[in-house]
């Protein structure tokens, strides 16, 4: 059980920062939840996050992730353009754009193959560091068997 001082409110949450060898990552978090802001609304994505956005709906937006897992060939943050923060609260307008943006992406970057994550309500039981809606879709670094796998803290 979580305990109650665990339970995470605000934007982003430094904790699950922890896995992440480099560290850098934790900083920009850190700097983040200093600055009060949610680092995924639209007025707010392009302070901390220097990628293009590669494709963008009514509803969705997709830009590269900065912070990449390892092992990725891939890895493409999905963001909600209003700020929610539990799976409830997406229309079913916003989840056909999403299978829409998915399957163009897949389809223009030849992707065989990959994994979407999306994690939502409390950061302390999702393991995510941004509590804003948002999908992460990951697809593996090459076809090589021996490949090593893509971590991703999930709960």
């Avoid at 992707?111 to 409390?122: A, L």
């Amino acid at each position: 059980m979580i305990k109650e001082e665990k339970i995470v409110a605000g934007f982003v949450n430094t904790e699950n920062t922890a896995h992440r060898p480099d560290g850098i990552y934790g900083e920009v978090i850190a700097q983040i939840k200093k600055e009060g802001i949610c680092p995924f609304c639209p007025g707010n994505l392009m302070k901390h996050h220097t990628n293009p956005i590669l494709a963008e709906g009514s509803c969705w937006i997709l830009t590269k992730n900065a912070f990449p897992y390892e092992n990725v060939k891939h890895h493409i943050l999905i963001i909600h353009k209003n700020h929610i923060e539990r799976i409830e609260e997406v229309s079913p307008e916003a989840w056909i754009e999403l299978k829409s943006l998915i399957e163009t992406f897949s389809k223009e970057n030849n992707i065989p193959g990959g994994t979407i994550v999306m994690r939502f309500g409390n950061t302390a039981y999702t393991g995510a560091t941004v509590s804003h809606l948002h999908a992460n879709f990951v697809s593996p670094n090459g076809e090589d068997e021996n490949r090593e796998p893509i971590i991703a803290r999930i709960g």
